[in-house]
């Protein structure tokens, strides 16, 4: 079964604090994996793919075959940084995005 | 910068009405797709759309709904006679591209549906 799981609902973190956010799927083959965000009041949007190995906003998020995770992260938190997040996958010929449940970043000054 | 513009942001509804949640995509894109978030859950993909056809679709999308392209900008998605389960926020999607590379699906800011 395609599944993506994010086991935390919410994460609070004071400001300049590492974070990582948790995201580990189920797929039988070799999925491409994203992590979208959700400001407050705004539309998900792209954050980051596993495709391009960049780093956005200073998150980064590194595919783990062997542990099919996907966790994101940043070394240093900001405040605006507070959002949600959701992992998603899309699968070997189809286009449709599969999403995790999201987790709340909440970063506090 | 362009924008999927979706309409009305918030719609309450009758059980048993039917009810048209609208979208436009971004102008030079050829992929569409409809999303819902049931409050509290999580992000479910609903259908894909190209070339005036769907492409794929879940579980969730029985005959109950359907979808359109009517005049070449707007992209419908119809519910033909809606229940009090069918509330949520449903997303409109597009993309310049099929696939998984180079695949970015812009959002629109959702339209809250509530059936009463």
């Known amino acids: 079964a395609q599944r993506v799981t994010q086991p935390e609902k919410l994460l609070s973190v004071f400001k300049g604090a590492p974070v990582e956010l948790k995201c580990n799927y189920s797929y039988s083959g070799s999925p491409e994996l994203f992590w979208y965000v959700q400001y407050s009041r705004q539309r998900l949007q792209l954050l980051l793919r596993h495709i391009s190995r960049e780093s956005i906003k200073g998150f980064t998020a590194d595919l783990n075959k062997g542990e099919t995770s996907f966790h994101l992260k940043k070394p240093f938190a900001q405040e605006e940084d507070s959002a949600m997040y959701y992992c998603?996958?899309?699968?070997?010929?189809?286009?449709?995005?599969?999403f995790g449940t999201g987790t709340r970043l909440q970063v506090f000054p | 910068e362009p924008e999927v513009t979706q309409t009305p942001s918030h719609q309450v509804t009758q059980m048993g009405q039917e009810v048209i949640l609208r979208c436009v995509p971004i102008s030079n894109h050829l992929y569409f797709y409809w999303y819902r978030q049931i409050l509290g859950q999580k992000v479910e993909f609903l259908v894909s759309?190209?070339?005036?056809?769907?492409?794929?679709k879940s579980e969730i999308f029985d005959d109950q709904f359907s979808v359109e392209r009517p005049d070449g900008s707007n992209f419908t998605l119809k519910i033909r006679s809606t229940k009090l389960e069918d509330s949520a926020m449903y997303f409109c999607?597009?993309?310049?591209?099929?696939?998984?590379?180079?695949?970015?699906?812009?959002f629109g800011q959702g339209t809250r549906l509530t059936v009463v």
């Open positions: 999607a597009s993309s310049e591209r099929s696939g998984t590379v180079n695949t970015e699906a812009f």
């Open positions: 998603a996958l899309i699968g070997f010929s189809t286009d449709k995005l599969i």
């Open positions: 759309f190209y070339n005036n056809e769907i492409s794929e």
